[in-house]
């Protein structure tokens, strides 16, 4: 099982996991647990990109990177700029859930 997971950014790496402080103040921005963001949604929804950010954010703090909202912005700015899309940054977050604890992680195989 994997501790984390990375945000790759141009050459930068950033680990990324939903500690239980940072999904703490995660919820108590949100108003709602981050995998009910995911859940709730109906037909061809997506969550908000202030909603990913948010989640993102947090999930970059819980390691003790000191990342302000700001901050969140222009890496998100500087991701898109490097091929990334919403649609990538989606299956991050939802990578980040598994990792954190919020989705099963399907067990790794052992090599021999």
């Known amino acids: ?8 950014v141009g050459e930068d790496e950033y680990q990324a996991r939903l500690t239980a402080r940072a999904c703490v103040e995660l919820e108590k921005t949100l108003g709602e647990n981050p995998l009910n963001v995911f859940t709730s949604l ?3 929804e997506l969550p908000s990109l202030n909603t990913l950010l948010t ?3 947090y999930s970059l703090t819980g390691l003790n990177h000191s ?13 898109c700029d490097n091929g990334g899309n919403i649609a990538s940054l989606i299956e991050f977050i ?3 859930l598994k990792v954190s604890g919020f989705i099963p992680q399907e067990p790794t195989k052992e090599k021999n």
């Open 1 to 8: 099982m994997k501790f984390c997971t990375t945000f790759k």
């Open 55 to 57: 989640i993102l954010k």
């Open 42 to 44: 109906t037909g061809n």
């Open 67 to 79: 990342l302000t909202m700001n901050d969140v912005y222009n890496l998100y700015d500087k991701y």
């Open 94 to 96: 939802l990578d980040v």
